[in-house]
């Protein structure tokens, strides 16, 4: 009876696996695109909510600069290269040293969180960041909604990555897709919404849908597996067998004795997760490698590629700078059904390459034009996407199954890591600049 029964929902999931592999790769798209949605639009919502609080104070603000302040102001409006009192990596700081510590220590605890129970966790603290800098009255109130974007983006990053071992593979570029489409979205809709006129609190105000969408695509559009641990933590409630979870992973919905015999989950220890992370640094270590290259441009030397003689200002350079590199990360996490590249560390050295191109340009400018820098920019984002989908692909299909839930989850450190280097490494790179 037991066998007939299992049977009947492999074959039910044979017959279906078509439409529910487009729920699911969809679901999956939607998911990464609202992940990702408050952590993009934070950076440039709080900028404006902060603007505005600034006006109202600057006479006590200026007079509360110590002195190295004061040199770096003076500094900065004598630079050749147009700088920013202070460097954009402070910002980038606030946004990823959250998103750093969840990353760090929660995955060594989450298998005791349901899946339902994180994704409302992820939607309360999205919606939280939305209410909180729209309604901000201070500083430190924008502060506390960039973190609580921060640590949504985070904790809905290793959750949703863990989440795709219960799931087709091609699942996963669903995900890197949805991630890469939130940078594009996220910018152009609320630079359109605040350019027709909507301030930046109503702006924030009808981002709540973005929320609300995620609880829809996780609850209503995803067709989870039989047995899946939605309201009991994954250790208790795992009775799909490794075999048969594999066969999910691969497509492979056929009879029990077609794609291999059942075996029992077995839960993972400390000692086993520390081994784990071990074996992972193959993966992590090109992966922050790429990240860190691509946030010491972006958050260290884009800012300061500057063409006085061009007809695009130096904001609306940047601004440009910014769009092309999310577009290129896009196109990069959307190519995971055409293209794998196994070779990690040739897209880390390319980066690394893209930085010190850069660099050198910065200093000694050799590029004449900003129609140079466009396509290096470009190209930036395709390897940082590249990097990132195919990590995780490589991740999903080289590890063991019982292992793979906590890999998935545990890998994800590795962008952070690089993301918070590169901004630690912006700042005295923007001063030596700036004070030239």
């Given at each position: ?100 510590l969840i990353k760090l220590s929660v995955p060594l605890l989450i298998h005791k969180v349901p899946y339902g129970v994180r994704v409302l966790l992820c939607v309360v603290m999205a919606a ?219 897209l880390a050295g390319l980066q690394v390459v893209n930085a010190l191109l850069l660099l050198l340009a910065v200093r000694y400018h050799f590029l004449p034009s900003a129609w140079l820098v ?63």
């Amino acid at each position: 009876m037991e066998r007939s029964v299992n049977s009947d929902v492999i074959q039910e999931i044979h017959t279906t696996s078509p439409c529910r592999q487009w729920r699911n790769w969809v679901g999956f798209w939607l998911l990464g695109l609202c992940n990702n949605f408050a952590y993009v639009v934070m950076l440039s919502a709080a900028q404006d909510i902060l603007q505005k609080q600034q006006s109202h104070n600057a006479t006590v603000c200026n007079s509360s600069l110590s002195t190295l302040e004061r040199e770096d102001v003076k500094a900065a409006n004598s630079s050749r290269y147009d700088c920013n009192p202070v460097s954009t990596a402070a910002v980038l700081l606030a946004d990823i040293l959250p998103t750093l510590l969840i990353k760090l220590s929660v995955p060594l605890l989450i298998h005791k969180v349901p899946y339902g129970v994180r994704v409302l966790l992820c939607v309360v603290m999205a919606a939280g960041s939305f209410l909180i800098v729209s309604f901000s009255s201070g500083v430190w109130m924008s502060l506390v909604g960039v973190i609580f974007a921060s640590a949504s983006s985070g904790f809905g990053e290793l959750s949703f990555l863990s989440l795709t071992v219960f799931y087709s593979r091609d699942v996963l570029g669903g995900w890197g897709s949805g991630t890469g489409g939130a940078g594009v979205a996220g910018a152009l809709l609320y630079a359109g919404l605040t350019q027709v006129g909507l301030s930046p609190q109503r702006t924030l105000l009808i981002m709540l849908t973005v929320p609300c969408a995620m609880l829809i695509s996780y609850f209503f559009l995803l067709v989870p597996p039989p047995s899946f641990p939605q309201w009991k933590h994954g250790e208790m409630d795992v009775t799909v067998g490794s075999d048969e979870r594999q066969r999910l992973m691969d497509g492979c919905y056929q009879e029990q004795e077609a794609c291999g015999q059942e075996s029992r989950y077995v839960p993972l220890t400390l000692a086993d997760k520390f081994h784990i992370i071990k074996d992972l640094m193959p993966f992590i270590c090109p992966l922050g490698l790429v990240y860190y290259a691509e946030y010491f441009i972006n958050q260290g030397l884009m800012e300061l590629l500057y063409f006085p003689e061009f007809f695009l200002s130096h904001a609306e350079q940047y601004r440009w700078y910014q769009t092309l590199y999310q577009v290129g990360v896009f196109v990069s996490r959307s190519s995971l059904c055409c293209v794998k590249i196994r070779k990690l560390w040739g897209l880390a050295g390319l980066q690394v390459v893209n930085a010190l191109l850069l660099l050198l340009a910065v200093r000694y400018h050799f590029l004449p034009s900003a129609w140079l820098v466009f396509p290096i920019i470009f190209y930036e984002g395709l390897l940082g996407g590249t990097a990132y989908v195919n990590t995780f692909y490589f991740i999903s299909k080289e590890t063991e199954d019982r292992q793979r839930e906590f890999a998935m989850a545990a890998a994800s450190v590795g962008d952070s890591v690089g993301i918070a280097l590169a901004g630690v490494t912006a700042f005295p790179v923007h001063r030596y600049f700036c004070s030239l």
